[in-house]
Structures are given as structure tokens and as C-alpha cells.
């Protein structure tokens, strides 16, 4: 019987070994959905290690403090992505809605609440976060504002994109936002993006982080 030769890879080996396509779709498609999926159930008051769920609001107040751990072993990672790729990893969402919780003591709301992230007393508040870094253009754009959500204010979190930590937050009427979005002329308007600088001009904004 043929027995392989002593350090040569075996078929097996062979096959065993990750395809670079194979590898790069894992890096640029799976792993960014693993982690916002897994910072998604957090939220959502659910243990993301198990197919069901905590206690509801009150498993995500229990591990506050776990949430935080994960979210710190994340950006870095996050940030090392951006600077590898010129690309976000797909959390910059997440961790913007909890810097505004964290900082400004807003309540986030349960994932899929259709028009708004988060609560203070009755205003709703949708959040939207951009890694933002210092030579960053003035043109470019946070995600799409639905022009028909049932909210009262858009609150900017801008994210240093070295690092993901936060460096301001900015906040609007929506009321603001959306006369802004509606006005003709421009097909990103259209679409419900506004760029950064435009959204630091709308009517009756202002800087609340850092005051």
C-alpha cells in the first residue's frame, strides 16, 4: 500500500486549503453580516449565541457591560478594515446608535421599528451614523432618509474612521431634513441622501456632542 511521502501535502490537504476568491468573499461578504448580525440580536434583547431569545429589553440591560466589550473588540478590527480596503465593515450603524445612547442617554428602540432608532421621552429620533475622518470630503454622504418615516429629529453620529470612536453628533428636525430632501435639483436628494456638510446647514441644527 502507497503511503505519502513524508511532508508532502496530501489531495486531502490540498483540498482543504481556501480558494483566494473563496477567501476573499468570507472577508468582504461573511464576516461583515456575522458581526452586525451578532450586534443586531444584542440589541434586540436576544442572546446571539443561542437560536432563542433572553428576557427581552431586560437581557440587553443585564450585559450592558458585555455589549461594550464587543463593541470595543470590534472597532478596532472595524478600523483596520477601513484602512485596508477603503471600505466600512458594516457596523458603523450599530455602533453609533450605542455612542448616542451611551453619551446622550437616548433609549434605542427594538430592531425594525419602522422610521426611528431611538427614544427620548416621546421624540423619535433616527440615527445615522459616518466614519468621518479629518481629511474626509465635505461632500460625502450619510445613508438614505426615508422622506415619509414617522420621526421628529435625525441625529448625526460622526465616527473618527481611524478608530470609530466618536467625534460629533450633530442633530435636525426632520421636519429640516426633509424640506431639504424634497427640494428639486439634485438626484442624491431625490434618492434621500444629504451629505454631511449639507446636513450641518439645515435650518436649526446644532452641535449637541461636544457641547
Do not use: H
Not at 477601513?82 to 466600512?88: N, Q, V
Not at 460625502?140 to 460622526?158: E, F, G, M, N, Y
Not at 434621500?192 to 435650518?203: I, Q, T
Amino acid at each position: 500500500m502507497d503511503t505519502p511521502t513524508e511532508g508532502k501535502p496530501t489531495a486531502d490537504a490540498d483540498a482543504r486549503k481556501v480558494r483566494p476568491e473563496v477567501e476573499g468573499f468570507v472577508e468582504r461578504v461573511v464576516v461583515p453580516a456575522l458581526v452586525n448580525r451578532y450586534i443586531k440580536k444584542l440589541k434586540e434583547g436576544k442572546n446571539p449565541l443561542t437560536t432563542g431569545s433572553g428576557a427581552g429589553p431586560v437581557y440587553l440591560r443585564g450585559n450592558k457591560a458585555r455589549v461594550r466589550e464587543i463593541l470595543a473588540a470590534v472597532k478596532p478590527l472595524a478600523a483596520e478594515y477601513y484602512r485596508l480596503t477603503g471600505k466600512p465593515l458594516g457596523v458603523t450603524g450599530e455602533l453609533a446608535e450605542y455612542v448616542a445612547a451611551e453619551i446622550l442617554g437616548v433609549k434605542l428602540v427594538a430592531a425594525r421599528t419602522v422610521g426611528y432608532d431611538a427614544l427620548r421621552g416621546t421624540e423619535r429620533i433616527q440615527i445615522k451614523g459616518r466614519a468621518y475622518g479629518e481629511n474626509a470630503k465635505p461632500g460625502q454622504r450619510i445613508s438614505r432618509i426615508k422622506l415619509d418615516a414617522p420621526c421628529d429629529t435625525v441625529l448625526l453620529v460622526l465616527l473618527d474612521n481611524a478608530t470609530l470612536e466618536p467625534r460629533e453628533m450633530w442633530e435636525a428636525p426632520f421636519a429640516s431634513v426633509r424640506e431639504c430632501l424634497a427640494r428639486p435639483g439634485s438626484k442624491a436628494r431625490a434618492r434621500g441622501a444629504l451629505s454631511v456638510s449639507a446636513f450641518k446647514r439645515l435650518p436649526l441644527v446644532r452641535c449637541v456632542w461636544p457641547s
